[in-house]
């Protein structure tokens, strides 16, 4: 064969083959699945974050908030959707420990990791006006007065409901734990007097505290918040204990490497446009970048450390 007919050949076939999933994505808008009720943390983040990409991806980001299950309507939708880019998941804490309190249809390997955007400590808020103005004086009360004291989260399995179970165990309380379908309807609830507390992290109910509103009697943090340096965290308060959550992006499992890349450039830079910033730290949000490698570890890490968790709040 001469080498005009090779070349000829060849010309064909890559015609036929067409470009590569890298040379034509995105030609049309994106979207990221939120698997919770608008208002919450994962949805004001990750609305924010899409608004400050779309003009690095070149193409429009929707965020689509899909409630229910304590976040495993969303995650299932997204895990089972074609693994083309265009449609994502905030692939957050809960992922890496839903499946194993309840049977599910998705873990955290049904997500190729994208980018992890936060990681924010969580709280306990109550009403500025709550009869109880610090940690121990919730605690007093609650063991003298087992389950009476009612704790909203953002859906039954979730990562703040997770950590509230967490915390009353070590604690030495017994919490009544009232399931939403996201932070936003959570922090509704607490305003209105419907549940006497909830179990959040950073934006949720933040707005509320810095105008009164609100307090935040339990911080479960490392540090105290730069934004609320009166803050003490439980550890100083008499209570050995930390735990937060992260929050970042994933494509259904299969999506192409050079897809998940484009993505992941996108998105990090995102994370560096001045407004996003200005925003997060509005909100009070602790950004924390991972790029694919090491988010997909944090996730595999999580996993094992919360099936652990979840056996031994069981007991």
Do not use: C
């Amino acid at each position: 064969m001469s080498y005009a007919l090779r070349i000829v050949l060849l010309g064909l076939a890559l015609a036929i083959s067409g470009p590569s999933p890298a040379q034509k994505f995105p030609s049309k808008e994106v979207q990221i699945i939120i698997p919770y009720a608008p208002g919450g943390a994962t949805d004001l983040v990750f609305r924010a974050l899409a608004a400050s990409s779309q003009k690095y991806l070149g193409q429009a980001i929707v965020v689509v908030n899909r409630a229910g299950g304590g976040g495993a309507v969303g995650f299932t939708e997204a895990a089972r959707a074609k693994p083309d880019g265009y449609t994502l998941a905030t692939v957050i804490t809960p992922v890496t420990i839903l499946p194993h309190q309840v049977k599910t249809a998705f873990t955290y390997e049904s997500f190729e990791p994208i980018i992890n955007v936060v990681q924010d400590p969580a709280m306990l808020q109550v009403r500025a006006d709550a009869p109880w103005k610090n940690l121990a004086e919730l605690l007093d009360y609650a063991r003298a007065n087992p389950g009476m004291i009612t704790v909203g989260n953002s859906g039954a399995g979730g990562g703040v409901h997770l950590i509230a179970l967490a915390f009353e165990k070590k604690a030495g309380v017994r919490f009544n734990h009232i399931p939403f379908a996201g932070g936003g309807p959570s922090v509704t609830a607490l305003l209105g007097g419907h549940v006497h507390a909830v179990s959040v992290s950073p934006p949720e109910g933040i707005p509320h505290v810095k105008a009164g509103k609100l307090r935040i009697v339990a911080l479960f943090s490392e540090k105290r918040m730069p934004d609320f340096p009166d803050v003490a965290t439980v550890r100083e308060q008499g209570v050995d204990f930390t735990m937060g959550q992260w929050r970042g992006l994933g494509a259904p499992r299969g999506t192409p490497p050079e897809v998940v890349k484009i993505l992941h450039d996108a998105f990090r830079k995102g994370m560096e446009d001045p407004v996003f910033i200005k925003n997060a730290t509005d909100m009070s949000v602790a950004l924390a970048y991972l790029g694919p490698v090491e988010f997909g570890k944090l996730m595999a890490d999580d996993h094992q450390r919360y099936a652990k968790l979840v056996a031994e709040i069981k007991k």
